[in-house]
């Protein structure tokens, strides 16, 4: 436990440190099912856009898959004896508003976000379990898009930008504003809910901020690398 | 066979009778699974204008539903050794055109319109299903909303209504213009594509077109009878 003086709530007995684990882990899981279900909604409307009806499917099928990672995360929290809803709802705007300012304008841009967003979002839900208890650790592990639909929606866009190779530096720009969205809700959720104080029941706000950081530059990193596989620079 | 010589293709082979029984059941699947393929995407995009979250997934799960009937429809084809969306695309036009004219404004309307035309696309695939051959029927039977969604729907319809007695008329109304919209449809799909006379390999053009108004009617009949359930007038 953390001596610094300078925190007013330094010093805590350990049925709080547990209590405020316990909701870290609802916040974390409500944001999740909230994430999930609008995703869900997203992909499947973005998919009207596709040129053709077995592209249309694949955005389909992860929207499917999402909505599944939705209800998992339903369940976890009524074994927690929570309220989905209530666990939900602080987050609604937030995510809401993500989507409202990342709309795609076509196909292209729907492809590519799903891309890139799917990727991020479940990257960072993983790091921060690998912090946490087993059973969490194994409800957040569900919520992973396969490593089919991810290889689909790599030939999908690589088959894209070898067609038209003026979609590159579209894309690439695009795919710069989604990052920088997507890492912007990370902190903003994590800065207004108890993500950064939560991950670790003993950590001082310093320790829990530079974790945060230890994540965020991963996410950056790893986006890098998705963006070059299509030959596109991050 | 009929013999009526007022009809240029009266005497056909059994091979062309084959032929034509076999397309018929590929515009049967291609036009389910592209009227499936829509209504996920569609009731997906509705479950947004949702109240409550958990209300929200009502539509949602519905969708996910459908999106699976989608999948099977095209597995069948797959079998059959066709390509789903060739035998799609026929009615993609249509289908679409019939959700521009059926947008809903808002959630209730997004609630009744699920309630309605579910019902009435599952009972005429049912019906002409229950004409065809056994791997086809047994393929079709499985497009079916669970009886446990449709209670759902009830419910959540029958709370709405007691809660504002004032939407009674506006829904009958909204209920009339979707089953006549739906109907229409059904008529138009059977004119354009094979529906009408692929019934039944033997049937004449007037016994084919009775089967239909014999289908019409029953389906006529059971939306009335779900309007009431609701304490609307059809």
């Known amino acids: 436990m953390s001596i ?17 684990y316990d909701n870290f882990v609802v916040d974390l ?26 592209d249309r499917a694949v955005l389909g099928k992860m929207a499917v898959a999402e909505f599944g990672h939705y209800e998992a995360m339903c369940a976890r929290l009524v074994e927690m004896g929570m309220d989905p809803e209530l666990a939900m709802a602080p987050y609604q705007r937030m995510v809401d508003s ?3 300012r990342t709309r795609p304008a076509d196909w292209h841009e729907s492809l590519m976000k799903a891309y890139v967003v799917e990727a991020i979002t479940e990257e960072f839900y993983a790091a921060i379990a690998e912090r946490l208890d087993e059973s969490t650790r194994e409800a957040v592990a569900k919520v992973r898009t396969s490593d089919e639909q991810l290889q689909e929606l790599t030939t999908l866009l690589k088959k894209m ?26 902190q903003r959720i994590g800065a207004k809910h108890s993500f950064l104080m939560g991950l670790r029941a003993d950590a001082t706000q310093e320790q829990a901020a530079a974790d945060i950081a230890t994540i965020l530059s991963t996410l950056t990193r790893n986006h890098s690398r998705r963006m070059s596989q299509l030959g596109l620079t991050a």
Chains 1, 2 share one sequence.
Do not use: K, M, N
């Not at 610094?4 to 405020?20: I, K, M, N, T, Y």
């Not at 038209?164 to 997507?182: H, N």
């Open 4 to 20: 610094s003086a300078s925190e007013p709530d330094d010093c805590v007995s350990a049925g709080e440190l547990s209590a405020r």
């Open 29 to 54: 899981l409500g944001s999740i099912a909230y994430g999930e279900l609008s995703a869900f909604e997203r992909l499947a409307t973005d998919a009207r856009h596709s040129p053709s009806l077995s």
């Open 98 to 100: 993500f989507h409202e």
């Open 161 to 186: 930008l070898a067609q038209d190779p003026r979609l590159s530096s579209r894309l690439a720009l695009w795919g710069r504003r989604l990052v920088g969205e997507a890492l912007t809700q990370v």
